[in-house]
């Protein structure tokens, strides 16, 4: 019975390393992609080369590249 439990909790562990890892990515290529577009080659190698949370590339999309599109429009 224990080597079942451990092995459902493995399985849920691995599930959400990868629900983790999808995430990750999947941020880093948006603000990649919104870096690349805006020609900011310095966000894009700070992006390219930050740790894969997700948060450093949250930022960017939601605060950094929508002021830059403000700024663009005046």
């Keep these: 019975m224990s080597s079942v439990v451990r092995g459902e909790q493995l399985a849920l ?7 983790v890892i999808v995430w990750s990515y ?3 290529c948006i603000a990649l992609w919104k870096a690349a577009r805006r020609d900011q080659v310095g966000w894009y ?3 390219a080369l930050a740790p894969p949370f997700g948060l450093l590339e949250m930022i960017y999309v939601f605060l950094v590249a929508p002021r830059v599109a403000d700024l663009g429009e005046m």
Excluded: F, Q, R, T
């Design 45 to 47: 190698v700070v992006i």
């Design 26 to 28: 999947a941020w880093k």
């Design 13 to 19: 562990a691995w599930a959400i390393l990868l629900a």
